[in-house]
């Protein structure tokens, strides 16, 4: 498939590498907000040149506003792009895993079995969603993050490096949890 990048920074750059880990076939940048000789152009003008029925897109926008990412991402399905999942052939995923449309999984990540991934979702080398958990749509899992067994992380959240979350917690949506630090919350 060809991939158009949505975005253009620095997460953009990790991007590209995975496409073509996944074997698909980078095609250029689109930025809303900034111009340069590398990026096609807005979503709005790649749309014309650069239509749906030829191209998917890869989202390279980052965390630092999971609520405008999300925005861009509902623009991208509306207009009718496909966005692949991509996983790096070294992570692992479970056979009895779900992943969602969209989702990146870097490697030496692990998505153990029973395991749900919503929609635009980023896993960071060496994360880990252990069995029977969920994780939502539009969430950023750093790099070692650990979610043990029955975790349900809401949409919209961001977990930190090195950062664990316990068995049978479950995080709201939009929850920040910090780097190096452990969550335990559980509900009935």
Known sequence: MRVLIYGSGDFALTVIELVRACGHEPVGFIDDFSQSSTILGSLESVTCSHPPSDYGIAMAIGYNNLAARWTAWQRVRAIG??????????AYCA?????????????????DGRAQIGEASVLW??????HDTSVGDNCFLSPNSTLCGFVRLGSNCFVGANAAIADRSVVPPDTFIKMSSSYTRRFA
Not at 81 to 90: C, S
Not at 95 to 111: C, H, L, R, Y
């Open 125 to 130: 080398p060496c994360a880990c969603v252990n």
């Open 81 to 90: 792009y496909e966005a692949p999942t991509l996983i790096h052939p070294r």
């Open 95 to 111: 056979d009895s895993a779900a992943i969602g449309s969209g989702t990146m999984v870097m490697a030496s990540a692990v998505v």
